[in-house]
């Protein structure tokens, strides 16, 4: 934008260059808005000259740069899927072109390979995601590349995501109640909240007491737990903490539990695991591989595909919501997605709430009130 004088009557500069904004003033000395214009151009000259005149790196070392970035950067989970793509789907293939030779060419072939490796189109762009992060990275942060290449990603189809009907839901809290536990929580309870709540099980495990709002009837999604001894827990994805409400019959089914976790004043998790898992002296969260294992048995006892997973209850709520006519808008705040756009996955169960309630906005009448059949009382 031309230059012009703030409120003040200093003049000013402001442009934007590579998706980056900048900005400053005239000196005291010469506060003209010809001086601020020459500012301007000077540092637009200076940023469209700078060129990276080091050696360029190759991508397998770039690699190692970027990786502990992103292990400073991102949580400990998002690290090891990068780092893993990195080593096992990036490097094999390009590690030895240097970083500026990784142009849209080179980006659509590395997708050929893995798609010519049986990698599933959602995997692919996952992979491509990786490999874009990282030339950013060096165009961005370090100006090492002018620009990041544009790569088309690959179609995916819409899925439908498997959800219980309500008596499937009741079999697995059936099934659940066998595997009980004498020291902690069962596994039923922790079965009815996923159902009731919809938390990622990383959520349900990260529960504290101190999140339960009993007079409110309301959980606090503060935190998420991987479930492994080496990584502590983190915020929630997308670092949205949301408070999500309880209903009744899981509120009932945690107060016991509550407690008498009062009474072991140690025990702070609402779903605790071993209070020795792994040589940790002390009370932790259900591990991941636990968690997995006591939902499979669970569910193959109760007659259901092995497709069901604690995910499986997320969808369950989610989709129960949509076909009771609850806005998606307000789905996606319960849920803590980043987007409604994430929440119309469950739309098409949607099909029919909102022509029935438009039709419900003619309430004038066509037939005589006296002309319409009667109905029973409902006394009979």
Not at 37 to 54: I, P, V, Y
Not at 117 to 125: D, K, L, M, S
Request: net charge positive; aromatic share 8%; glycine share 6%.
């Amino acid at each position: 934008m031309p230059a012009f004088e703030d409120p003040s009557g200093r003049w000013r500069y402001r442009f934007a260059f590579k998706g980056k904004r900048y900005s400053g003033s005239s000196p005291k000395g010469a506060n003209t808005k010809k001086a601020a214009q020459q500012l301007e151009r000077d540092r637009l000259d200076n940023l469209m000259s700078r060129r990276f005149t080091g050696v360029m790196p190759t991508v397998k070392d770039f690699l190692k740069r970027f990786l502990e970035y992103q292990r400073v950067h991102t949580k400990p989970l998002t690290y090891e899927l990068h780092e893993t793509i990195c080593r096992l789907h990036i490097e094999p293939h390009v590690g030895k072109l240097r970083l500026d030779e990784m142009r849209r060419a080179e980006l659509e072939e590395l997708k050929m390979t893995w798609i010519a490796g049986r990698a599933e189109p959602r995997t692919v762009n996952t992979r491509l995601g990786v490999a874009v992060r990282i030339l950013s990275y060096a165009a961005t942060e370090l100006e090492i590349l002018d620009s990041v290449p544009k790569v088309k990603l690959m179609k995916v189809p819409k899925d439908h995501p498997r959800f219980l009907s309500e008596p499937e839901a009741l079999a697995l809290l059936e099934s659940s109640k066998e595997h009980q536990r004498s020291d902690a929580l069962d596994w039923y309870t922790m079965v009815l909240i996923g159902l009731r709540t919809g938390l990622r099980i990383g959520e349900l495990r990260g529960l504290q007491w101190g999140d339960v709002d009993w007079d409110r009837a309301l959980i606090n999604v503060r935190r998420t737990d991987p479930g492994r001894p080496d990584m502590d827990p983190n915020s929630p994805k997308g670092n949205r903490p949301r408070l999500v409400p309880l209903t009744p019959d899981a509120r009932a089914a945690l107060a016991p539990w509550f407690a008498q976790a009062a009474r072991k004043k140690s025990q702070h998790w609402v779903f605790p695991g071993s209070p020795s898992w792994r040589g940790r002296a002390r009370y932790t969260t259900r591990s991941e591989s636990n968690c997995a294992t006591a939902m499979g048995r669970i569910a193959k006892a109760a007659g259901l595909d092995d497709e069901v997973t604690w995910h499986t209850l997320r969808h369950t709520y989610a989709s129960w919501l949509v076909m009771r006519g609850v806005a998606l808008s307000a789905i996606a705040e319960l849920l803590g997605h980043a987007s409604v756009r994430q929440t119309e996955r469950y739309a098409h169960l949607a099909q029919g709430f909102a022509q029935h309630a438009a039709v419900a906005t003619l309430d004038i009448p066509l037939v005589q009130p006296a002309l319409a059949p009667m109905l029973p009382s409902g006394d009979e």
